[in-house]
């Protein structure tokens, strides 16, 4: 190929658009392709990550509880069951029950919350929060792991920042708590493999999950992360904030 015709390649796909959903470069592979222009986001890094591999729509639009279903199960290997349980109370919360989009997660104390680990807490009053990661938080998260083991994110280690951010936000209701608890378990729980419940995740692979929205190079899923599962670490790490929070 001649430097002319593959700078107009390169450049033709700098430019490109996700129109309808499908991106002309990736075609209908599972390769990462970043927010093109018409395309939308939520605070969500799981789903975000899923839209820019093309597990959802691209541009992040018309989304259905099924969609979601089979892209949390094929592209984090999620049980059936814990996908199911995720998206149709994704759905429900947001009173959306035939098709959503990504930056619909964005509105404010639905499902999105305040004491995020990593985006800023909304003091404006606006409808919609912040989608964009803060670089400041996101250093912070990572800075406070590695207590219990090198390089690690354990739950351990969420516990503690859990409560470390709760304690310099809003308090949260039980419902939004549940949430943010979740959040991170299943992070850990899936980045981390099937061991994770032990021995957390990697630092650098859950950084970069959450700064570029991108699988981890050469991740893939290890194991079924289900319901039970995910109960038990959820259940510890409520147990470990329980008992920080008391002897802080």
């Not at 429900?92 to 959503?100: A, K, P, S």
């Not at 859950?206 to 959820?234: C, I, N, S, V």
């Amino acid at each position: 190929m001649s430097s002319t015709s593959s700078n107009t390649h390169s450049s033709t796909s700098s430019q490109h658009e996700h129109k309808q959903g499908s991106c002309p470069v990736t075609g209908k592979s599972y390769d990462f392709c970043p927010v093109r222009n018409g395309d939308v986001r939520s605070p969500c890094p799981a789903l975000n990550a899923l839209a820019n591999h093309g597990y959802l729509p691209r541009d992040g639009k018309n989304i259905s509880a099924w969609d979601l279903v089979c892209a949390l199960r094929n592209g984090y290997n999620l049980s059936t069951v814990l996908a199911c349980i995720l998206s149709f109370s994704a759905i429900l919360l947001l009173g959306q029950f035939r098709c959503m989009s990504l930056s619909d997660l964005a509105r404010h104390n639905l499902i999105e919350h305040d004491a995020s680990l990593v985006h800023r807490d909304d003091l404006n009053g606006n409808e919609y929060a912040p989608t964009r990661v803060d670089r400041k938080l996101l250093a912070a998260l990572c800075a406070e792991a590695g207590k219990v083991l090198p390089d690690r994110m354990t739950l351990e280690d969420a516990a503690r920042i859990r409560v470390k951010r709760e304690a310099h936000c809003k308090k949260l209701d039980s419902l939004h708590a549940e949430i943010a608890r979740g959040e991170i378990v299943i992070a850990i729980a899936v980045l981390g493999g099937k061991d994770a419940a032990k021995n957390g995740v990697s630092v650098s692979a859950l950084h970069d999950w959450m700064k570029y929205e991108r699988l981890p190079a050469g991740w893939k899923p290890d194991h079924t992360q289900g319901l039970y599962q995910t109960y038990k670490m959820a259940k510890f790490v409520r147990r470990r904030m329980e008992e920080v929070g008391a002897h802080p």
